[in-house]
């Protein structure tokens, strides 16, 4: 399927790591070297080659879980300002919600929310561009875990829960082996899962000067990012609404974008994009979403996507996904995760502040 994160950017900082991580392993690739070293601090990269690194590292380290072991190995200078701003802050909820704010400085795409679930925080991201990969995912979540036991220096913090999107590995038992928490594969979202109790926890080195310095400066380089996501996500926008009004057609989505049909169908080939890909994909990341909830039948669930008849849902998304909507829901319940979402941002008001992608 098509996949509008893959043409957006990611930091070039975490060249990096990458670099570090193969001196680590006594690994010498001159030309996978060459490449990572084109890369500048403040540089940023597509997914798509970011992508392409993470799994170039794991075809050399066949018996390692790279992109675990990567996230493990984040330090704030793979990160830049974003990195020291949250270890200056006073409390593990005041540095998530600038790593909110300011995720942009990391990734374009998705932005990490809070969902609120009895005495349980889950920071997820919805995939709303499309899916990322099983490596930068964990990546990602790994390397949230590795900040947050370095801003509370406890070493021996332990996530409750993670949910990665990509399907269940034959060696699913070396993450388990590896986080010591409980992991499901095959999920709606990206979610890391803790307890509730850690967002009030002191940050070891908070300094409210260098947060407020730091914080400025992170401002200003938000505030000159490019923004090429703009038109992928006004093209996503485009295709919500379409399906809402039960007219998912490049005709109406590109009346929506007030672009001509033939405007619409060339932007998209410049970007190797097309357009039925993409209404598929979007289609799915909602029924999952819809069937995760629990909350609405497979003929609603099948009328919001678009379709006049619930038979049709239930074949296009067997097609999408290879098991049928109320296999994929029982798969969920039998993996311990159809509870009720609350949605909610974190305990301060400084999420109305927040960078809208």
Not at 83 to 98: I, K, N
Not at 121 to 140: F, H, I, K, M
Not at 165 to 181: E, I, K, L, S
Not at 331 to 351: C, F, L, M, Y
Request: charged content about 20%; some cysteine; overall charge neutral.
């Amino acid at each position: 399927m098509t996949n509008l994160l893959a043409d957006m950017n990611v930091s070039g900082d975490l060249a990096a790591l990458l670099l570090d991580y193969l001196a680590a392993n006594g690994l010498h690739l001159p030309e996978l070297e060459r490449e990572l070293r084109q890369f500048p601090p403040a540089s940023r990269m597509r997914f798509r080659q970011w992508w392409r690194l993470l799994d170039t590292l794991q075809q050399q380290l066949p018996g390692h879980l790279v992109g675990m072991e990567l996230g493990q190995a984040i330090k704030p200078a793979y990160v830049g300002v974003l990195g020291y701003l949250t270890l200056s802050c006073d409390t593990v909820a005041e540095a998530l919600q600038r790593f909110q704010r300011y995720q942009r400085l990391l990734h374009d795409g998705d932005t990490a929310h809070f969902d609120l679930r009895g005495d349980q925080a889950c920071l997820c991201w919805r995939n709303q561009y499309g899916p990322s990969t099983q490596l930068s995912d964990e990546v990602l979540v790994m390397g949230m875990v590795a900040n947050l036991r370095s801003m509370t220096d406890r070493r021996e913090l332990q996530p409750t829960r993670i949910h990665f999107v990509g399907p269940r590995p034959d060696h699913a038992a070396a993450y388990q082996a590896f986080v010591q928490c409980d992991i499901a594969f095959d999920q709606p979202q990206l979610e890391l899962i803790f307890p509730m109790e850690y967002l009030q926890w002191p940050v070891t080195h908070s300094d409210p000067a260098l947060k407020q310095l730091l914080e400025q400066q992170a401002q200003t380089l938000l505030s000159v990012l490019p923004r090429q996501e703009d038109f992928h996500h006004r093209l996503q926008q485009a295709i919500l609404k379409a399906i809402q009004s039960g007219e998912p057609t490049l005709d109406a989505v590109a009346k929506t974008l007030a672009l001509s049909r033939r405007t619409l169908h060339r932007r998209l080939h410049e970007r190797g994009l097309v357009f039925k890909d993409l209404l598929q994909e979007i289609r799915l990341q909602l029924a999952r979403q819809y069937l995760a909830e629990r909350r609405l039948t497979l003929a609603e669930i099948g009328l919001l996507l678009g379709y006049s008849e619930q038979s049709a849902f239930t074949r296009a998304f067997r097609q999408w996904s290879g098991t049928t909507p109320l296999q994929y829901q029982k798969r969920q319940q039998q993996g311990g995760i159809s509870q009720g979402h609350v949605v909610a941002e974190a305990t301060s008001p400084d999420h109305r502040h927040n960078d809208s992608q």
